[in-house]
């Protein structure tokens, strides 16, 4: 029985569980999602080229019981794009049933609208632009998923 015990609380559980309790309080950990985003409220900046060089941004969707992610995104004048592999992700999900977002972008939040980009002249744009700052293949972009627009979101 003892050994039984000692086997069943080993350090990896514990670090998974203490991980998701982490993440549930705060931003995300990686690709376990996280809760609110912490952090001072910027003005939305009329152009995107400071976030070039960021990889990764954080988005927080669902403002009642907020759920956040790290994902790629990535600036086109006045407006930021972030993509969903797949629709069907919870980030995803939440955004068509609520567009009020929070982007964090290399530590500087921003209050947003989201929107999926439904022309396809702006989705093929979004689409080039993701492919050349993440060096995809155009094939990955192919499937189920959808660039988000997001833009100021008034006052």
């Not at 956040?68 to 592999?85: C, K, P, Y």
């Not at 995809?136 to 008034?154: H, I, K, N, V």
Request: aromatic letters at 8%; charged letters at 20%; one cysteine or more.
């Amino acid at each position: 029985m003892q050994k039984l015990l000692s086997l069943s609380l080993s350090p990896v559980p514990l670090w998974v569980a203490g991980a998701m309790l982490l993440s549930s309080c705060g931003a995300p950990l990686g690709p376990i999602p996280g809760g609110k985003l912490q952090g001072i409220i910027e003005p939305w900046p009329k152009d995107w080229s400071h976030a070039e060089n960021v990889e990764n941004v954080l988005l927080e969707t669902n403002p009642t019981d907020p759920y956040s992610v790290t994902i790629w995104g990535l600036g086109i004048e006045d407006s930021f794009f972030v993509g969903a592999s797949k629709r069907s992700n919870q980030w995803a999900e939440n955004l068509e049933k609520d567009p009020r977002v929070v982007l964090d972008v290399d530590g500087a939040l921003y209050r947003a609208l989201a929107k999926r980009v439904t022309n396809s002249q702006t989705n093929n744009e979004v689409a080039q632009k993701f492919i050349a700052k993440y060096d995809l293949d155009s094939q990955a972009l192919e499937g189920d998923g959808a660039f988000y627009q997001l833009t100021a979101a008034p006052d």
